[in-house]
């Protein structure tokens, strides 16, 4: 099983600033099969980024993800009010087929 | 709009059964994976099973396997997890996700349903 670590737990900024997340895979995963997922108290997950760098429907460009092998990035480039949350890595593998996911970072305004 | 919600949850003791619902709308149901996934303050988010668009392919994580099962109906547009022999440890927000070829993640999430399993 593939585990993923997410760093830092918590990341405290202004809007305004630059948020880098960090997402380590404990072996190599697919960029086609590497996720972001956005999370708000008492919301579901939203996706946010998918194979790595592709942007889902609706999501603003200030979200980008980078990123290959067994580390990867979700970078948002001016933080804005609604985009404190926590933010979750996944990935899936086909062998056996399952899906994991990080353990989160909660980005919170300083 | 895409929209799923979910239902059926509830407090259940142990060794007992529940069965999950997710209706759908919005979207062709019939053409894409859908998966249950949940979540809990310990162990945070949890992938629990896949299946196809036909049924043709079901996936349980190891957790669950040989004690919950899958199923949809295409026709209702709605997607089931039948659990059975409940553990403490199944205690949690259960929520049915679609996914796609394209993103291989969970497009979209419905809003949860609780179950809570305790004596």
């Known amino acids: 099983e593939i585990v993923l670590t997410q760093s830092p737990g918590t990341l405290s900024l202004s809007p305004g600033e630059r948020a880098t997340l960090s997402c380590r895979a404990s072996?190599?995963?697919?960029?086609?099969?590497l996720a972001w997922h956005q999370q708000k108290p008492g919301q579901a997950p939203r996706l946010l980024i998918y194979g790595t760098t592709n942007r889902a429907a609706g999501i603003p460009d200030r979200f980008s993800g980078s990123g290959s092998g067994t580390d990867f990035t979700l970078t948002i480039s001016r933080l804005e009010p609604e985009d404190f949350a926590v933010y979750y890595c996944q990935q899936y593998s086909s062998s056996p087929r399952m899906y994991t996911f990080g353990q989160g970072t909660k980005l919170e305004i300083k | 709009e895409v929209q799923l919600v979910d239902s059926g949850g509830g407090l259940v003791k142990p060794g007992g059964s529940l069965r999950l619902s997710c209706a759908a709308s919005?979207?062709?149901?019939?053409?894409?994976?859908m998966n249950w996934v949940r979540q809990t303050p310990g162990k945070g988010l949890e992938w629990v099973s896949s299946i196809s668009s036909s049924s043709s392919y079901i996936y349980y994580a190891d957790s669950v396997k040989g004690r919950f099962t899958i199923s949809r109906d295409n026709a209702k547009n709605s997607l089931y997890l039948q659990m059975n022999s409940l553990l403490a440890e199944d205690t949690a927000l259960y929520y049915c996700?679609?996914?796609?070829?394209?993103?291989?993640?969970?497009?979209?999430w419905g809003q949860g349903t609780l179950v809570t399993v305790s004596s």
């Open positions: 919005g979207f062709t149901f019939s053409s894409y994976t």
């Open positions: 072996q190599s995963v697919s960029s086609s099969y």
């Open positions: 996700a679609s996914s796609t070829v394209t993103t291989m993640s969970f497009d979209y």
